[in-house]
């Protein structure tokens, strides 16, 4: 069976490969194809799993190119994990957005549409290849914002794209442990976008267990989310949101403290990884042993203001193995293999919400079989999150009508609709910015 991965160069590539060594079934992944635009960064990430696969029987085979149709044609399942502007992008969407005094993070608010805006057509670019070089081919989108962009790919590729984030699956995860049950046995009521989404519900052996956790402070403010929003707040909420969901909640603290950083997110893993390239490339390196440290540091700052401004102190070490990767497999196996299992995913609303049309990319509870995932059925959101929810979908809407029609009107529409952008002016003034930075963005006119 072939994978592809798009954004072959990608620092969390060897994730995906260490997962798949571990699978000895039938039917599983024996070509795994590569593919980047930086050629130094095909190099030095195959350096990384040729080590990873040293002595591993049956390792899948590995090749690399810088050839997008070749790469494509004739795979199973492709992974996107594209990357538009490279973390230079992305440290320009920051730094413009904090100018102006809003929020730049990759997925949220102001920093999220640049990223859309860039990201989008050659999202679709790649739809319209894989439909036509490999039309039975799966399509598991990594690419942020990632609920956006599987949206913008699921017009040409149906229900053949699915979004994956590991956020939903983590939030879960430490909300089971804590209540001393078996994440894996657990039911999760999550419903939302992606990195807008909340826990309603976690159901173990048939019960609801969240009014216990919400009912005990000590117990609710004993984990990842209990402090990052406060036990009073998710006490109100009656509900553990995302952990995305503290950029709207404490949108102006966390505003102030990307300001006050020595270097933003971005920023920070630009240079990280810039060293990580040169370090792999260094004559008689070890790759996997500076793969290995890199990513250690990575994970242990995540998130790094967030926490600092709620007093949250480090991450659990519990939290800092990833899960992405394992979330892309068990979809993938699921599929294959015809495996029936649930996740939560990014994929088209149908009639699962009914404040959205059935086209709207949700991120929900989805049963996964030969045919695909298929949205579970969810109890209505309350006001408050149907109201957010509403708001950040007529967003993405304007950002999908501006990379298609190229207007510029329309893409400052979509920065002044967003609930972190607080002018119209502001809107103006960031598609400016944007656009004297960004190459990609010289299509709106």
């Known amino acids: 069976m072939k994978l592809t991965i798009l954004g072959g160069g990608g620092f969390r590539v060897p994730l995906v490969y260490g997962a798949l060594m571990t699978d000895r079934a039938e039917g599983r992944v024996t070509e795994v194809v590569l593919h980047d635009l930086d050629a130094g960064r095909l190099s030095a990430v195959a350096r990384v799993l040729a080590e990873q696969a040293a002595g591993v029987p049956d390792a899948p085979a590995v090749t690399a190119t810088t050839d997008l149709d070749e790469a494509v044609t004739g795979a199973d399942f492709v992974f996107s994990a594209i990357r538009v502007g490279g973390l230079e992008g992305r440290a320009n969407d920051e730094r413009v957005a904090l100018a102006e005094g809003v929020l730049g993070q990759e997925t949220v608010g102001a920093g999220g549409i640049a990223y859309g805006l860039r990201t989008v057509p050659v999202a679709v670019d790649i739809a319209r290849r894989v439909a036509r070089l490999a039309p039975d081919a799966w399509v598991i989108n990594f690419t942020n914002p990632a609920g956006l962009v599987t949206e913008a790919m699921s017009r040409h590729l149906g229900d053949r794209v699915i979004g994956i984030c590991d956020s939903p699956v983590g939030l879960g995860r430490r909300i089971a442990r804590v209540l001393g049950g078996n994440p894996k046995e657990a039911w999760i009521d999550y419903v939302g976008l992606n990195h807008l989404g909340w826990v309603r519900g976690l159901h ?163 049963l996964v079989d030969a045919n695909g995932a298929h949205p579970v059925a969810v109890a209505p959101l309350p006001d408050h999150a149907t109201g957010l929810v509403c708001a950040v979908k007529a967003v993405e809407r304007e950002v999908l009508a501006a990379a298609e029609s190229g207007s510029r009107t329309t893409a400052v529409k979509a920065f002044a609709l967003h609930p972190l952008v607080d002018s119209v002016n502001v809107a103006r003034r960031l598609v400016e910015g944007y656009a004297e930075v960004h190459p990609g963005l010289a299509y709106l006119k």
């Open 204 to 366: 173990i052996e048939g019960r609801d267990e969240l009014p216990r956790l919400l009912a005990d402070p000590d117990l609710l403010g004993s984990f990842e989310e209990g402090k990052l929003f406060g036990v009073d707040w998710l006490q109100s909420l009656g509900a553990i949101p995302n952990e995305y969901l503290h950029y709207y909640y404490f949108n102006r603290e966390a505003v102030r403290a990307y300001q006050q950083a020595e270097k933003t997110r971005g920023a920070f893993l630009r240079d990280q990884q810039a060293h990580f390239y040169e370090a792999v490339a260094a004559p008689g390196s070890k790759a996997l042993d500076v793969w290995d440290r890199t990513r250690a540091e990575r994970e242990a700052t995540y998130m790094a203001e967030n926490r600092e401004t709620a007093g949250a102190g480090e991450r659990d070490a519990d939290d800092l193995s990833g899960g992405y990767e394992k979330v892309a497999l068990a979809l993938m196996r699921a599929i294959a293999r015809d495996e029936r299992t649930t996740l939560i995913l990014n994929v088209r609303n149908r009639s699962t919400l009914s404040v959205l049309d059935g086209e709207a990319v949700i991120e929900v509870p989805c």
